[in-house]
């Protein structure tokens, strides 16, 4: 997506995520600039249960004079952009629009409108924002108010710097002609006295699970960017790869979420954590969440458990720990007592000789209905696309073994069209104009079971990020690699694979 695709409306509102953190606040900052210098009538604005509260922000929004609203209501624009966050997302209150474009960082959670750029390799939304500037020819640094919220956002958004991985950021990081002195009073105005003492009573109060290394912390009602700081400071004990921050607040139950360790992603963490009770997501390492009140109570009686929302929520880190297995394909030896053997149907599907549109060495995140997979490109690398959309890589060798190339012209009719992001470059990179058609020829056979209970399984393709397993869904192994293990979603199992009866020698 381009910036000049929103020039198409005239009456846009841009909007940050509820309780919005410095990234959100400068990104949307950014966004608005842009449309306002276009001659567009355009607002800022925010919702959610309070307005800004922490110190830094406040002071932030004041002397850079960013013209952002806290709004409980909104007329219906002709364009909603939201922005650090996703349309209809639980940390973004809902607003009409007739029309939404999203830009963001953070994994894709749903389905996104055409108009939308997302670049969840980027340590912040104020790079992407920046990007979007520089494609459309504005220099940040024409405006300095602009380039120093887009440093300031990108600072704390990647922990004063420390989580700064990629190029963009670097180079955000690098040019940005901020103002020092504006930096240096917002970061001293980081916590307020009250702040301080909450952040302080907070973690003194953890309670900890030595078998599971885990932390629960409660800390008194605060701005929510406080409880990430207190989860920030919890991670960095050394005997702490898993954090859960909360604040009781009248309505419901605030949570931050931290992982240190590949085993737990902070993202998937947060969202078990608020099933059924709420929402939750957000970056591997860093996530949060809201436990809604009237749910919370129906949990207590559904689950029979006392009113304490402290002993809930570690009950249901223990169940987090308790009922889950961890498979590391490429050392795995997997015991296929039990398994029955399938095929898959010979329906057609999309694939894609990966090397035509990433030059081979490349790493890119293909994006699956599983879960997202890093891989490095070679020149046998096929992209497989199923019937539901989903991504899965191939070999060339294996799909040659596998797979029938058909003259038939490839017809996408999944709901999301797919998609994979070039690592170095951050483009994201359309597969469905590239794709070929191809049918399975039956004489490919995988070992599967129904899972009871949840699996983490690093892939031969991925060993720093698991595709998740809940109950319902499929063990899956390749019959000619015992190695090639993965897990199949329930419902693309049931419309994809048929059962055999041959022998599994």
């Not at 002609?177 to 953890?206: D, T």
């Not at 139950?253 to 963490?269: D, T």
């Not at 009686?301 to 006392?306: A, G, L, P, Q, W």
Request: net charge negative; glycine share 6%; hydrophobic share 35%.
């Amino acid at each position: 997506m381009r910036l000049r695709d929103l020039l198409a409306y005239d009456h846009i509102v841009v909007q940050c995520h509820d309780s919005p953190d410095a990234d959100a606040i400068a990104s949307g900052f950014g966004v608005y600039t842009y449309l306002k210098e276009q001659g567009k009538t355009v607002r800022l604005v925010y919702g959610g249960r309070m307005a800004i509260q922490k110190s830094n922000l406040v002071l932030m929004v004041s002397t850079l004079q960013i013209p952002i609203e806290y709004v409980e209501e909104l007329d219906v624009p002709e364009l909603l952009v939201t922005v650090d966050c996703q349309y209809g997302e639980g940390n973004v209150t809902y607003f009409q629009a007739e029309h939404v474009a999203v830009i963001d960082h953070h994994q894709v959670s749903g389905v996104l409108p055409p108009l939308n750029e997302v670049r969840s390799n980027l340590g912040a939304c104020a790079t992407v924002v920046r990007e979007l500037l520089q494609a459309e020819g504005m220099d940040i640094n024409d405006n300095k108010r602009l380039s120093t919220a887009l440093y300031y956002g990108l600072m704390t958004d990647t922990n004063n710097f420390t989580e700064v991985y990629h190029p963009l950021d670097r180079d955000l990081q690098d040019d940005a002609f901020f103002e020092r002195s504006m930096i240096v009073r917002f970061r001293n105005a980081n916590l307020s006295l009250e702040e301080l003492e909450i952040a302080g009573m907070a973690l003194l109060g953890y309670v900890y699970n030595e078998t599971y290394r885990y932390a629960v912390v409660e800390a008194k009602p605060c701005d929510p960017n406080i409880l990430g700081m207190i989860s920030d400071l919890m991670l960095e004990v050394d005997s702490v790869d898993t954090c859960l921050v909360y604040s009781v607040l009248s309505f419901g139950v605030k949570i931050s979420v931290r992982s240190c360790v590949m085993e737990v992603q902070a993202s998937e963490l947060a969202e078990f954590i608020t099933d059924e009770i709420g929402s939750g997501g957000g970056h591997l390492e860093k996530a949060g969440g809201f436990i809604q009140k009237e749910l919370l109570d129906k949990a207590y009686e559904k689950y029979h458990r006392e009113k304490d929302v402290g002993s809930f929520l570690k009950w249901r880190m223990d169940d987090y720990f308790d009922d889950i297995q961890i498979i590391h394909a490429r050392e795995y030896d997997i015991d296929l007592t039990g398994m029955e053997m399938y095929r898959k149907r010979r329906l057609p599907l999309g694939f894609v000789k990966a090397a035509e549109i990433v030059k081979p060495g490349s790493t890119v995140c293909v994006r699956t209905l599983e879960g997202d997979l890093d891989i490095q490109i070679q020149e046998d690398t096929y992209i497989m696309i199923g019937v539901k959309g989903e991504i899965y890589p191939n070999k060339k060798e294996k799909f040659d073994r596998s797979y029938q190339v058909m003259e038939t012209p490839y017809r996408f009719e999944g709901e999301y069209a797919p998609t994979v992001k070039d690592m170095v470059e951050g483009k994201n990179l359309p597969l469905v104009p590239h794709a070929r058609t191809c049918i399975p020829t039956g004489e490919s056979y995988i070992y599967t079971k129904r899972l009871d209970h949840r699996v983490k399984v690093f892939t031969e393709w991925d060993d720093d990020k698991y595709m998740l397993g809940r109950e319902g869904d499929f063990l899956a192994v390749r019959k000619d690699d015992l190695h090639d293990i993965y897990i199949i979603e329930k419902s693309i199992f049931d419309k994809t694979y048929e059962k055999i009866t041959i022998g599994k020698d």
